[in-house]
């Protein structure tokens, strides 16, 4: 497998889980003893910016207005029990602000910051919304690896096909986007990674520092995504193996 360093996750529709699976793989990847960055593209909806407690100054948007500010003034590290390091880089701002840093030369600063991030983590993860506005675009032309995050069934289907239509219009570099699909019955023929269903709460993230099928699914899906063997063990060995065999056979049969 090839190894990625930076991934955007790409929402294929709105509500499609993609900044609680960002979260969940970037702990995965902590787990697993590497340091990670997590980097807000969804402006409009800021949901990253809702594991950080207390006040976020300067926010990701600032920091694509502001060139002079380090990437690191906007880290906030999440507290986990792990060998690893996950720092979030939210966007929290005002419509004014999220209006400037939507702007082709904020978009070109964000570029800027996610190769800004690689220089000083294991891995990179950009958390974009559907790709419509410039920052979502610099997010998928930035990175080694993108991949499109659905909903499992026929909506989820439709829109990855549109947002495959999208990045091609919008020359992305990379022309195959992995999918993600998630949900308890996901079992997209055309997923290469598949995400069980987690608990809704934010306060519940990440969930997939545990022993269950979820934290098996975001194990697995993490390693498929960055081309990584995670050293990660389970009381039960078999769940693990055999949501890794799952992904193996659900990426064979691409072909």
Do not use: W
């Not at 380090?70 to 701002?93: N, Y």
């Not at 675009?137 to 026929?154: E, K, Q, S, T, Y």
Request: charged share 25%; hydrophobic share 45%; glycine share 10%.
């Amino acid at each position: 497998m090839n190894r990625n360093r930076t991934l955007a996750l790409v929402g294929a529709v709105g509500g499609a889980g993609t900044t609680r699976t960002a979260v969940e793989c970037a702990a995965a990847l902590a787990r697993g003893g590497r340091e990670v960055a997590v980097l807000d593209a969804a402006y409009a909806t800021q949901g990253l910016s809702e594991y950080v407690s207390g006040r976020i100054d300067p926010d990701l948007t600032t920091l694509c207005l502001d060139s002079d500010r380090p990437l690191a003034a906007g880290l906030t590290d999440l507290d986990l029990p792990v060998d690893g390091r996950v720092a979030l880089a939210p966007a929290r701002a005002p419509f004014e602000r999220v209006a400037r840093a939507k702007t082709p030369e904020a978009a070109e600063a964000f570029e800027a910051r996610v190769r800004e991030a690689a220089r000083s983590f294991d891995h990179v993860i950009v958390d974009a919304p559907p790709v419509a506005a410039n920052q979502a675009v610099a997010a998928v032309h930035a990175v080694d690896r993108v991949a499109l995050v659905a909903p499992a069934g026929d909506r989820g289907a439709d829109a990855l096909n549109r947002q495959r239509d999208v990045l091609r219009d919008v020359d992305a570099p990379d022309p195959n986007p992995t999918t993600v699909v998630v949900g308890d019955d996901a079992h997209d023929g055309d997923a290469d990674a598949t995400v069980p269903r987690g608990p809704r709460s934010v306060a519940a993230a990440p969930a997939c520092l545990g022993d269950d099928r979820f934290a098996a699914g975001v194990v697995a899906a993490t390693e498929a995504l960055f081309g990584v063997d995670l050293p990660v063990a389970f009381d039960d060995a078999g769940v693990l193996g055999r949501v890794r065999s799952g992904v193996e056979r659900v990426r064979g049969s691409d072909g």
